[in-house]
């Protein structure tokens, strides 16, 4: 009985060192440094699309953490060198994501960047790749018997549009797609001081 008071103290102090130490410090670390040089705030446009981003749940499926060649072949996959903190300076919260179902997104814009690629795909994924297993989203277009001026229709390979009319993107999801088009984060990466891991050497 006369321990319980001991114990809880020691249990509260390891927990106050451990958040200190993998929290704290960390985080004060990371704030100081500054964004990679040539990285872009995001615009407005491509803030809207990264709550989209968020409210559809792609980041369940996608990370946008490019690793160390010591950790998996990303670089040999094509999806750029190793992401480091700097890359992140103007995500606020973050979405490193923790499943790659789908691959990796962090320089999607770098790889993919045709915005009529990325319509089609995000209407129906398998009318680009037949065994991606990605939701579509017809929920974010809208059929037109024809197209006004000021639409986006979207290039839907035949057979998998509707049989009438045509499909125009509605503002979301252009959004989600500027934001999608921004993730290219295949500048050099800066090196901390004299340490050089590489990172900027990996090749795409």
Not at 20 to 40: C, E, F, N, S
Not at 49 to 70: A, E, F, K, L, T
Not at 80 to 107: E, F, I, K, Q, W
Not at 142 to 151: C, H, L, N, Q, S
């Given at each position: 009985?006369?321990?319980?008071?001991?114990?809880?103290?020691?249990?509260?102090?390891?927990?106050?060192?451990?958040?200190?130490?993998?929290?704290?410090?960390?985080?004060?670390?990371i704030r100081a440094q500054?964004?990679?040089?040539?990285?872009?705030?995001?615009?407005?446009?491509?803030?809207?699309?990264?709550?989209?981003?968020?409210?559809?749940?792609?980041?369940?499926?996608?990370?946008?953490?490019?690793?160390?060649?010591?950790?998996?072949?990303?670089?040999?996959?094509?999806?750029?060198?190793?992401?480091?903190?700097?890359?992140?300076?103007?995500?606020?919260?973050?979405?490193?994501?923790?499943?790659?179902?789908?691959?990796?997104?962090?320089?999607?814009?770098?790889?993919?960047?045709?915005?009529?690629?990325?319509?089609?795909?995000?209407?129906?994924?398998?009318?680009?790749?037949?065994?991606?297993?990605?939701?579509?989203?017809?929920?974010?277009?809208?059929?037109?018997?024809?197209?006004?001026?000021?639409?986006v229709v979207v290039a839907?390979?035949?057979?998998?549009?509707?049989?009438?009319?045509?499909?125009?993107?509605?503002?979301?999801?252009?959004?989600?797609?500027?934001?999608?088009?921004?993730?290219?984060?295949?500048?050099?990466?800066?090196?901390?001081?004299?340490?050089?891991?590489?990172y900027a050497r990996i090749?795409?």
């Amino acid at each position: 009985m006369n321990r319980i008071l001991p114990l809880g103290i020691l249990a509260l102090a390891i927990l106050a060192f451990a958040t200190l130490l993998l929290v704290i410090v960390p985080g004060m670390q990371i704030r100081a440094q500054p964004a990679t040089p040539g990285l872009q705030p995001y615009t407005q446009m491509e803030l809207r699309g990264r709550q989209s981003y968020v409210s559809q749940g792609c980041v369940y499926c996608h990370s946008q953490q490019p690793r160390i060649p010591d950790q998996a072949p990303d670089g040999e996959r094509g999806w750029g060198r190793a992401a480091v903190a700097s890359d992140y300076a103007y995500d606020s919260p973050h979405l490193l994501g923790t499943m790659r179902t789908g691959p990796d997104l962090l320089n999607v814009g770098a790889r993919l960047p045709s915005r009529d690629w990325q319509l089609a795909h995000l209407y129906q994924p398998r009318s680009i790749s037949p065994w991606s297993i990605m939701p579509a989203y017809p929920f974010l277009f809208t059929v037109k018997d024809r197209a006004a001026p000021g639409d986006v229709v979207v290039a839907v390979p035949a057979g998998q549009g509707p049989r009438n009319g045509v499909v125009v993107a509605k503002p979301e999801a252009l959004d989600l797609v500027a934001y999608l088009l921004s993730l290219d984060r295949t500048m050099p990466a800066p090196v901390n001081g004299e340490r050089d891991d590489g990172y900027a050497r990996i090749k795409r």
